[in-house]
């Protein structure tokens, strides 16, 4: 599952992305990746773990919903 969000542009600057992925792990948890940035720049990568698959599809749902509000708009999204 993952989500690609994008900020739009203001004035000069490039546009900020967030870019979540939820995949299963090699050990039976979940992972969470948020890798965040401006487009063509540097970015940052954070992971969270989960142990149950239901957990991590909710932390996945909360950061979307999170970023949404913020102003970011849905780029691509898929299963």
Known sequence: M???LQQPAIGTETPRFLRLTLAADLFGG???LRESGRA???SQLRR???LKEADARAAFAKARDAELHRGFK???HGE
């Open 40 to 42: 063509g720049g540097r």
């Open 30 to 32: 979940w992972e969470l």
């Open 74 to 76: 849905l780029a691509s």
């Open 2 to 4: 993952h989500a690609h």
């Open 48 to 50: 969270e773990l989960y």
